[in-house]
């Protein structure tokens, strides 16, 4: 008889989390005992209540997103969790089960999601909708567009909309509705950034790693590294710039900091070399270490691994994982214990 320890998962997830909210289980595996199969199911249940938690346990089948209209919590496992991944090659020992928990389709929200977080999460798309103020994204992977709900109309604010230590692949694509204290920090972005198709009335992005070019407006822009690109790659109008590091000269305007890799080696900045995105540490003797703006006595590197809250190698959420795990293949019918092996980790 296969046994399949999903309860000694849940259990630990659950003991690290708020109390005062009911945690959910969301798990669309063939025979999984959780309350919930699917994500829509889960999000329209009487019983899920603002202020409670989805953990959408990891799957080869991807979950089919509704538009949220709660206050949620949704903890996913994480990313690039798969060494033997020869596309995006994954970071050994972090989770057991390396399969991630993904959106197929594009997440969206209305105003009774305002306040939602997610972590850990892999979302294709995103919509975002200026009715739904402060979402905070931590420890996501974006793969595709980050985009604008068709529901948005012109002259309506997104308020508080946060980008933290995730690493995003897709582009930054707005025209209808205008942007307030917009953040994204401490994340890999890993293709061009542009926000010229969008007003961005403020914005702080810090400490994050770019591939490729930026045009930005009204932010304040610090500590960044930007790679690959050269001379007129980067584009800022009204925005304060300072403490960020380029792989090639001229990028950034000279002074307050800001700096080039000598000779352009980019291992003068990053690795370059590793996981998909442990690829992205700096190198042992980078230029970006202790090379970020002082604030508060503390001087931090520039880049996604700098600061006390650095970017977390694969999303990991910042609560307990099995990371190792050995479970019998087969238990005699007669038997009446087995013997499982497990390793667990606290994560912050």
Same mark, same amino acid.
């Given at each position: 008889?296969?046994?399949?320890?999903?309860?000694?998962?849940?259990?630990?997830?659950?003991?690290?989390?708020?109390?005062?909210?009911?945690?959910?289980?969301?798990?669309?595996?063939?025979?999984?005992?959780?309350?919930?199969?699917?994500?829509?199911?889960?999000?329209?249940?009487?019983?899920?209540?603002?202020?409670?938690t989805?953990?959408?346990?990891?799957?080869?089948?991807?979950?089919?997103?509704?538009?949220?209209?709660?206050?949620?919590?949704?903890?996913?496992?994480?990313y690039?969790?798969?060494?033997?991944?020869?596309?995006?090659?994954?970071?050994?020992g972090?989770?057991?089960?390396?399969?991630?928990?993904?959106?197929?389709?594009?997440l969206?929200?209305?105003?009774?999601?305002?306040?939602?977080?997610?972590?850990g999460?892999e979302?294709?798309?995103?919509?975002?909708?200026?009715?739904?103020?402060?979402?905070?994204?931590?420890?996501?992977?974006?793969?595709?567009d980050?985009?604008?709900?068709?529901?948005?109309t012109?002259?309506q604010?997104?308020?508080?909309?946060r980008?933290?230590?995730?690493?995003?692949?897709?582009g930054?694509?707005?025209?209808?509705?205008?942007?307030?204290?917009?953040?994204?920090?401490?994340?890999?972005?890993?293709?061009?950034?542009?926000t010229?198709?969008?007003?961005?009335l403020?914005?702080?992005?810090?400490?994050?790693?770019?591939?490729?070019?930026?045009?930005?407006?009204?932010?304040?822009?610090?500590?960044?590294?930007?790679?690959?690109?050269?001379?007129?790659?980067?584009?800022?109008?009204?925005?304060?710039?300072?403490n960020?590091?380029?792989?090639?000269?001229?990028?950034?305007?000279?002074?307050?900091?800001?700096?080039?890799?000598?000779?352009?080696? %980019? /291992?003068?900045?990053?690795l370059?070399? =590793? *996981? &998909? +995105?442990g690829?992205?540490?700096?190198?042992?003797?980078? !230029?970006?270490?202790?090379?970020?703006?002082?604030?508060?006595? %503390? /001087?931090?590197?520039?880049?996604?691994f =700098? *600061? &006390? +809250?650095?970017?977390?190698?694969s999303?990991?959420?910042? !609560?307990?994982?099995?990371?190792s795990?050995?479970?019998?293949?087969?238990?005699?019918?007669?038997?009446t214990?087995m013997?499982?092996?497990?390793?667990?980790?606290?994560?912050?």
């Open positions: 008889m296969k046994k399949t320890p999903y309860l000694l998962l849940f259990v630990l997830w659950v003991l690290a989390l708020n109390a005062n909210a009911t945690v959910h289980r969301v798990n669309n595996n063939v025979g999984a005992s959780a309350a919930f199969s699917n994500f829509n199911t889960a999000v329209a249940s009487p019983s899920v209540l603002n202020g409670d989805l953990y959408l346990e990891p799957s080869t089948t991807a979950y089919t997103p509704v538009q949220l209209n709660k206050r949620l919590v949704v903890i996913g496992a994480g690039f969790l798969d060494p033997a991944n020869t596309s995006f090659p994954g970071n050994t972090l989770q057991a089960n390396t399969n991630s928990a993904r959106f197929a389709s594009a969206a929200f209305d105003t009774l999601a305002t306040g939602s977080r997610f972590l999460v979302i294709s798309t995103l919509w975002l909708d200026p009715r739904a103020d402060n979402i905070t994204f931590e420890r996501c992977y974006i793969v595709s980050i985009t604008w709900n068709t529901n948005a012109a002259g604010q997104a308020v508080g909309i980008f933290n230590k995730c690493f995003i692949s897709g930054f694509s707005y025209s209808t509705f205008t942007f307030v204290d917009l953040e994204i920090t401490n994340c890999i972005y890993n293709t061009s950034f542009n010229s198709s969008a007003t961005v403020s914005a702080l992005i810090r400490n994050n790693l770019f591939t490729n070019s930026v045009t930005i407006q009204n932010a304040y822009f610090a500590n960044n590294i930007v790679t690959n690109v050269g001379v007129g790659s980067f584009s800022a109008i009204n925005c304060v710039v300072r960020n590091i380029s792989q090639f000269p001229n990028v950034f305007p000279a002074g307050n900091g800001n700096q080039s890799a000598p000779g352009s080696d %980019v /291992t003068r900045i990053i370059n070399t =590793g *996981t &998909a +995105d690829r992205f540490r700096l190198s042992p003797t980078s !230029i970006a270490i202790g090379a970020g703006e002082t604030v508060g006595g %503390v /001087t931090p590197d520039v880049g996604p =700098g *600061t &006390a +809250d650095p970017y977390r190698l999303g990991i959420p910042p !609560i307990p994982t099995i990371y795990l050995t479970v019998p293949a087969t238990v005699p019918a007669a038997a214990t013997n499982i092996t497990l390793s667990t980790r606290s994560n912050n």
